[in-house]
């Protein structure tokens, strides 16, 4: 199984950008998936996470910005990104939750990845 994370680009602070993360060699519909991030000189962190039946979880500086959905016909999960701000640039990647989401709290935690089924991210660059 390996999740593919696209849609980056370069934004204006204010503007929007969708990433979509799709998996190939498995059905998503029982899997949990969550984003992170990881911008120049920073530590990885937890953006958001969905469960397999639809729950979701932001990091605080995420919250009332974006949102997280699936579509399990399209194996796909989106993020939908609104008000972006120049904190926001990062290379942004998803992975699936090995604890399908519980205990997500934004922490960006190594343990709780699935090894191996993540790739290179998507690069979002917010312009001030």
């Known amino acids: 199984v390996q999740l593919q994370a696209s849609g980056g680009g370069l934004v204006q602070a204010g503007g929007s950008l969708r990433l979509s993360c799709t998996m190939s060699?498995?059905?998503?519909?029982?899997?949990?998936i969550q984003w992170f991030r990881q911008a120049p000189g920073k530590e990885r962190e937890g953006v958001s996470c969905?469960?397999?039946?639809?729950?979701?979880y932001f990091g605080d500086s995420m919250k009332g910005r974006f949102t997280i959905s699936r579509d399990n016909v399209k194996n796909t999960v989106y993020l939908q990104m609104n008000a972006l701000k120049p904190e926001d640039t990062a290379v942004y990647y998803c992975?699936?939750?090995?604890?399908?989401?519980?205990?997500?709290?934004?922490?960006?935690?190594?343990?709780?990845?699935?090894?191996?089924?993540y790739g290179q991210g998507t690069l979002v660059t917010v312009s001030s």
């Open positions: 060699g498995g059905a998503l519909d029982t899997y949990a």
């Open positions: 992975a699936r939750d090995i604890f399908g989401c519980v205990g997500w709290t934004g922490t960006f935690l190594r343990s709780r990845l699935v090894k191996g089924t």
């Open positions: 969905i469960s397999s039946d639809g729950r979701t």
